[in-house]
């Protein structure tokens, strides 16, 4: 006879663990399925490239994570979590040698932009005063499920009308026309141009802008803090949370199935033949297309919904490398030096080529690289005196990257930091490479590298995440939540997807309510595909 629990999540990637959290809060009894031998997800750390050198294995820095709302209130520094802050937050490094610099020091920053053009810096105080004004409602609003009444309300209250329809403009800008907007120099408007392509868009993209700036604006307010001990240290504290809570975890368990009855979730199967009933609800934290697609089946499924799957757009395939150096990284500026994050090799329009190179299908022959030094942010990473290093580009999403491709891209990318820093590659005293399909086998939804969970363009946000719908955790079978990052609010390791999918799951499940919350849901998805 099947096991039976409350809550089957399938995933242990940070999604899946926060929404097992938040549910065992509630009393449920959890089990999380985790088709790999580690927790985590994209949340991992290990020794990869030397002895001694501790790498992050996908994500490193944390403004989202450290900021969220979902992340603060699981309270993990009572389970062994705590933070560090490099020196300074950014810098970006310009072709000509000159650099711009964001610091949590907000006079630092100024400064800094100032020497692009007379006037940005007080333009950068004004743009965080108006920033830190909105800060929490707008936080508020993107980690809550869709839609966000309340942090819409609050920040309306504040805006008012002039200011609310002039923030909505805002929001579907490209960076390239947000950045000349607000300040006269490229220091500022690289700072925010930079940060937008830590997405798959390109400075041009619709809806770009607002991404540069929330980065660029929580590294003014929060930095981009990393985890002592590695982003392992994320994911431990929430696995230790969840224990203590008496949630479950198996590994090594690959569902193939989510059992389904009368249109309600009712388990998973694994391959090999294994199957857990569930009393309340199926959570997944896997790409939206391996859910409906895979362990549903379209058969199952609103004609309608499996046609608009064929429209959903993953986000551009990634190279990582890490690296062990004998030495700090020898930085041609200064201002690199201390930075925890450096973005390299391109101006504003040499990001605009290179975007170009990767929406034409082709591999740019000179990459936009994101640094982090993680020793310079946790002096844990690595013995004194060293950096633990790496640094990540992206190509165009393709499932058959070859292993001669990604060496190709590394010797580009090797190239870019010699120039930027020279005797770079005489410090390698070891390198790990981790190309699109090396990052799928390691983590089975970074599929194609895609390590977004979809691309970040507006036409897949919000209430158009996964797909044309109510931008909401539940699914067209009752009982089953969307609990990844191919879910609103989208990528990041800041809990948003799989806090939405607990919350819809404890609403569903309300003794007085939940038929209703049922019937309502139900009703806009027959309206939707139908």
Known sequence: MAPMVDVVVIGAGHNGLVAANLLADAGWDVLVLEATGAPGGAVRSGEVTAPGYLSDLFSSFYPLGYASPVMRGLGLTEHGLSWRHAPEVLTHLLPDGRAATLSRRLETTAASVEEFAPG???RWL?????????????????????????????????????????????????????GGEMFEGEGAQLLM????????????????????????????????????????????????????????????????????????????????????????????????????????????LPPRLVADLEHFKWD?????VDWALA??????????????????????????????????GEVPRHPFLLVGQMTTADPAHSPPGTESLWAYTHLPFRPNWTADDVAGHVARMEAVLEEHAPGFGSLVVGR?????????????????????????????????????????????????????????????????????AARAALARDRALTGAAYRALIAAAHRAIYR
């Open 432 to 500: 790990h490479v981790a190309g699109p399909a090396d990052l799928e086998r390691e983590n089975p939804s970074l599929v194609g590298g895609a390590v977004g969970g979809g691309t970040a363009a507006a036409y897949q946000q919000l209430f158009l995440r996964p797909i044309p719908g109510l931008g909401r955790a539940d699914t067209p079978i009752d009982r089953l939540y969307l609990a990844s990052s191919s879910a609103h609010p989208g990528g990041g390791v800041h809990g948003g997807p799989g806090a939405n």
């Open 327 to 360: 030495g700090p990284m020898p930085w041609k500026h200064s201002a690199a030096v201390g930075a925890g994050t450096i973005h390299v090799g391109a101006d504003l329009d040499g990001l605009t080529k290179y975007a170009a190179a990767l929406a034409c």
């Open 193 to 300: 141009a930079g940060c937008a392509l830590h997405t798959d868009l390109s400075p041009e993209d619709a809806g770009s802008g607002v991404y540069g700036w929330l980065l660029a604006m929580l590294g003014q307010e929060f930095g981009w803090p990393v985890p002592v001990g590695g982003a392992q240290q994320i994911t431990d504290a929430l696995v230790r949370r969840l224990r203590a809570r008496g949630g479950r975890i198996e590994y090594g368990v690959r569902v193939d199935r989510v059992l389904t009855a009368r249109g309600r979730a009712m388990g998973v199967s694994s391959v090999g033949g294994r199957r857990w009933r569930a009393r309340r609800a199926v959570v997944a934290d896997v790409p939206a297309p391996s859910l409906y697609l895979n362990l549903v089946g379209g058969a199952l």
């Open 126 to 178: 004004d743009a965080y005063a108006e920033w830190a004004d909105l800060s929490k409602p707008l936080l508020d609003a993107l980690f809550t499920p869709f839609p966000p009444v309340a942090g819409t309300l609050a920040a309306l209250r504040r805006l008012r009308t002039a200011g609310a329809l002039r923030i909505a403009r805002r929001l579907v800008l490209p960076s390239r026309q947000l």
């Open 316 to 320: 551009g395939s990634t190279v990582k």
């Open 120 to 122: 940005d810096g007080q």
